[in-house]
């Protein structure tokens, strides 16, 4: 992969770095999913996050039970109604995560060059000296000389909230450690990360299947992080298992990548995962500090290519407890947006940080400056490269669409589509301007009753890059022609304008199916 795809389009000025950011109605093309949790769970946080840019609120089961996550859900459509403000919905899995279980949950101070035992009898009390664990194999996969983390978060760039272990000794089920470097732990729960050993455990567990039974069915979960994917039979045994719960046939399955283990095996899970989630978290501490940037930079290029979903995790952690990020952090969000990330993820930041709505915002704006300079016509030889020829129907029509919009400096990209599969590969292409994706609903039955889809296909645009949904009435069929087509044309247009993406004399192209034809329309808006 080589680096010059990542050269910016020259010259920038530097009055334009001096010139203050204009805020629009789409803050961004890159997306940002929220985690909404104790900080950003009200109506008017929520509110407020969706205003700054969220497009997708993240449910992390790793915390809080399934009450908790349903008023907040609650909280979530009162804010979309009052905002008008589209927003999907993540489940993210626990999966086969290691915990120290804190029954007391008193701060537990650990010193540097002292021992502490990891012991699976959760009956006992978590002291400096012992700490009970979830797990009863510990002893069974590690030997003296590995690494452990624990923390609740595990080193954000300060150290004194977790801490790092050397295995020492293994004593019948209990694994005796050397503290590394002295921390409080605190809290009731704290993650524990053995790094690059396999955890004889299932990706999806039982708890995760309950979960999904029932509050994901109730409220028909746009997309499931799958924690720990460490094989692409992880994503197969997802998708089965979801495809047996009605309308969560339609759910997309993210992979998310946390460990060495789904790194060896990263091709073949893109292959079966809808997106792939980089969580750089406990990624970061099983790779060494030097090796993460090459696998941000080689697994986003080959989510690109592939035309999936690429989301990053862990950009911004001091503003958890801080208004502003630290300048590393705003160069590493820009860093994501020039390698071809479609999303940003946001943890603490928002779950439990301090200023959730302001580190949207901060995020958005550094996205959106970073997308003024990214080098889109490298990007679209590129992708064409790699695709290579013959092309197929579909992919000849959507990257056809986006190079006439660039040629003729169109301000908009109407797409109209049923799957959504369209709009998708017309976002491959990362064109310069927002394509709007307009779902058109399809009927469907059961035999029983029937019903419209295209609520799920319009909603799960929301985490690609550039996208911008809008559900069409569904009288009006994808293929129909003449009139109704003129019809749903001027809706989407009136939503352009309102929306401030597009005025008078603007072109706007268009790509849709007129019955067996797709067809690509360039037209100039009048006054």
């Known amino acids: 992969m080589h680096s010059s795809h990542l050269l910016l389009e020259e010259p920038i000025r530097m009055a334009s770095i001096l010139e203050p950011s204009n805020s629009t109605f789409f803050p961004a093309m890159t997306r940002i999913v929220g985690t909404l949790g104790p900080n950003s769970r009200s109506v008017e946080t929520i509110s407020g996050c969706l205003k700054a840019g969220m ?19 609650g909280n979530l459509k009162v804010a979309i109604k009052s905002t008008n403000k589209l927003c999907a919905v993540m489940l993210d899995t626990v999966g086969p995560e290691l915990q120290v279980v804190n ?29 009970p664990i979830n797990f009863s194999g510990l002893a069974k996969a590690v030997k003296k000389g590995d690494t452990i983390f624990i923390g609740q978060y595990l080193f954000t760039g300060s150290e004194t909230t977790s801490v790092w272990l050397e295995v020492t000794e293994v004593n019948g089920e209990d694994v005796v450690c050397l503290i590394k470097n002295s921390a409080t732990l605190a809290g009731p729960l704290y993650t524990l990360h053995v790094s690059q050993i396999h955890i004889d455990l299932p990706t999806l567990t039982d708890k995760d299947k309950e979960v999904i039974r029932t509050w994901g069915v109730c409220n028909n979960i746009d997309f499931l992080s799958l924690s720990y994917t460490r094989h692409a039979q992880d994503v197969r045994h997802a998708r089965e298992f979801l495809s047996k719960l009605g309308d969560l046939k339609q759910t997309q399955v993210f992979a998310k990548i946390e460990n060495v283990e789904g790194l060896h095996h990263f091709d073949e899970i893109l292959q079966e995962a809808d997106g792939i989630i980089l969580s750089r978290g406990n990624l970061g501490i099983d790779l060494p500090p030097e090796k993460v ?23 911004v952690d001091s503003m958890t407890d801080n ?15 020039l390698d071809g990330t479609d999303a940003i993820v946001l943890g603490a930041e928002t779950l439990r940080g301090l200023y959730p709505v302001e580190t949207i915002s901060i995020v958005g704006k550094i996205c959106s400056e970073a997308e003024k300079v990214f080098n889109q016509d490298l990007y679209f030889k590129r ?14 029509i959507t990257s056809s669409a986006v190079r006439a919009a660039i040629k003729v400096k169109a301000s908009l990209i109407i797409c109209f589509t049923s799957s959504g599969r369209a709009a998708r590969l017309i976002a491959k292409y990362r064109p310069t301007m927002p394509v709007l ?3 058109i609903p399809r009927v469907q039955t059961n035999q029983l009753r029937w019903r419209f889809s295209g609520a799920f296909e319009a909603r799960q645009s929301l985490i690609v890059r550039g996208l911008f949904p809008m559900l069409a009435d569904p009288r009006h069929p994808a293929e129909a022609t003449g009139a109704t087509n003129e019809s749903i044309l001027k809706i989407a247009l009136d939503h352009g304008r309102v929306a401030g993406v597009i005025k008078s ?21 009048e006054d």
């Open 323 to 337: 208004l502003r990020p630290t300048r590393a952090e705003a160069t590493d969000v820009a860093n994501a947006v």
């Open 383 to 396: 992708a064409v490269k790699y695709v290579g020829e013959p092309m197929t129907h579909l992919e000849s």
């Open 293 to 315: 940037f090459l696998f941000q930079k080689a697994a986003v290029y080959k989510c690109n290519m592939a035309g999936k979903p690429a989301v990053v995790t862990r950009v």
């Open 103 to 131: 029954k007391s949950e008193h701060p537990i101070s650990l010193q540097e060059d002292t021992l502490v035992v990891l012991t699976p009898d959760q009956d006992k009390e978590a002291t400096s000296n012992l700490l």
């Open 505 to 525: 004399h603007d072109r706007v192209v268009i790509c849709q199916k007129v019955g067996d034809t797709s067809v690509i329309k360039i037209i100039e808006l």
């Open 437 to 439: 994706s307009v779902v």
């Open 55 to 73: 497009s997708v609120a993240r449910f992390d089961f790793s915390w809080g039970d399934a009450e908790f996550h349903q008023e907040t859900l």
